[in-house]
């Protein structure tokens, strides 16, 4: 009944970030991009925007795209970077394609971890927010690999986290991450037919995080449910709903803002002691 309640609010978002990963945009045996799939994604985010919702998109993929154009698989930092300069590229080619065929605009917001860290750089980032959305443009972003370099974990680690960011910077009310799986479960399904799927979490004590933490290394925690908890603490604790829902069908974007039943939903609850540099490792 309660579920019923929260999941009928979902109908009144305002601002929605959704983020979808590298897995979810290519295909598994070329490598390619699914373009059926990004073009179906485009159309339910603008779908979301005819409605007069503002819209965010996360989309990970610049080094699998940049891999695939240069046919390299890169161990070397520098080579990821050039593969991500590559491919972002590209991908934003294509979503700025796929945008203009609805009459949308997009724009591309790189980020990384020391935008968020330094104030004066991450109001920089806040207002060039604030200004698309007021523009009506749907910005795509994604980590500025090309400058943050993973092997010193100088960046976010993960495009769940980052989104978890930006609904923080962007105030929106709700964040859809995009998964392999239909959401949290008590275990991973895959591995234990007695794991229970979780539609509704209202209060994320660590109970639920451990939950991410058991199945690390399993196929579930390499979908990285430990990282989409991570990213649940942030949305949540800033006072933003999220949801963790199966991307496999992309139409599930529009179902859940219908306030139907699909994935796992966190209720957001803002923490007055909300800090967001503190998340990102430091604190000023
Ligand atoms: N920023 C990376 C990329 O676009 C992906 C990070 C992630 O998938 O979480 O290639």
Same mark, same amino acid.
């Given at each position: 009944?309660?579920?019923?309640?929260?999941?009928?609010?979902?109908?009144? #978002?305002?601002? $929605?970030?959704?983020?979808?990963?590298?897995?979810?945009?290519?295909?598994?045996?070329?490598?390619? %991009?699914?373009?059926?799939?990004?073009?179906?994604?485009?159309?339910?985010?603008?779908?979301?925007?005819? *409605?007069?919702?503002?819209? !965010?998109?996360?989309?990970?993929?610049?080094?699998?795209?940049?891999?695939?154009?240069?046919?390299?698989?890169?161990?070397? =930092?520098?080579? #990821? *970077?050039?593969?991500?300069?590559?491919?972002?590229?590209? +991908?934003?080619? $294509?979503?700025?394609?796929?945008?203009?065929?609805?009459?949308?605009?997009?724009? *591309?917001?790189?980020?990384? #971890? *020391?935008?968020?860290?330094?104030?004066?750089?991450? &109001?920089?980032?806040?207002?060039?927010?604030?200004?698309?959305?007021?523009?009506? /443009? $749907?910005?795509? !972003?994604?980590?500025?690999?090309?400058?943050?370099?993973?092997?010193?974990?100088? =960046?976010?680690?993960?495009?769940?986290? +980052?989104?978890?960011?930006?609904? !923080?910077?962007?105030?929106?009310?709700? %964040?859809? +991450?995009?998964?392999?799986?239909?959401?949290?479960?008590?275990?991973?399904?895959?591995?234990? @037919?007695?794991?229970?799927?979780?539609? &509704?979490?209202?209060?994320?004590?660590?109970?639920?995080? &451990?939950?991410?933490?058991?199945?690390?290394?399993?196929?579930?925690?390499?979908?990285?449910?430990?990282? @989409? %908890?991570?990213?649940?603490? /942030?949305? !949540?604790?800033?006072?933003?709903?999220? $949801?963790?829902?199966?991307?496999?069908?992309?139409?599930?974007?529009? #179902?859940?803002?219908?306030?139907?039943?699909?994935?796992? &939903?966190?209720?957001?609850?803002?923490?007055?002691?909300?800090?967001?540099?503190?998340?990102?490792?430091?604190?000023?």
């Amino acid at each position: 009944m309660k579920e019923l309640k929260y999941r009928e609010l979902l109908k009144d #978002k305002k601002r $929605i970030v959704v983020k979808i990963g590298s897995s979810s945009l290519h295909h598994m045996e070329t490598g390619e %991009l699914n373009l059926t799939k990004m073009e179906r994604l485009v159309r339910e985010l603008c779908e979301l925007k005819n *409605q007069g919702k503002d819209v !965010v998109l996360v989309s990970s993929g610049a080094i699998a795209v940049g891999k695939k154009i240069l046919n390299v698989s890169p161990n070397e =930092t520098p080579m #990821k *970077q050039a593969c991500a300069a590559i491919g972002q590229a590209r +991908l934003m080619m $294509i979503y700025e394609r796929l945008f203009a065929e609805y009459n949308h605009v997009t724009a *591309q917001v790189l980020l990384t #971890k *020391q935008t968020i860290v330094n104030p004066d750089s991450r &109001l920089n980032a806040e207002n060039t927010f604030k200004e698309l959305l007021k523009l009506g /443009v $749907i910005p795509v !972003v994604n980590e500025n690999d090309t400058v943050a370099v993973h092997e010193v974990e100088d =960046t976010f680690g993960d495009n769940d986290f +980052l989104s978890s960011i930006v609904s !923080v910077l962007t105030g929106a009310d709700l %964040l859809i +991450l995009l998964s392999d799986i239909d959401g949290l479960y008590t275990d991973d399904p895959r591995s234990n @037919k007695d794991a229970k799927f979780i539609p &509704l979490v209202e209060s994320l004590d660590e109970s639920y995080m &451990l939950m991410g933490k058991d199945t690390t290394g399993s196929r579930i925690g390499t979908g990285g449910m430990s990282a @989409k %908890l991570h990213a649940a603490t /942030v949305a !949540v604790n800033a006072g933003c709903d999220m $949801i963790i829902a199966n991307g496999e069908d992309v139409s599930v974007i529009h #179902k859940i803002v219908e306030g139907r039943n699909h994935g796992t &939903l966190f209720i957001g609850k803002r923490d007055d002691r909300f800090n967001i540099a503190g998340y990102v490792g430091m604190t000023r």
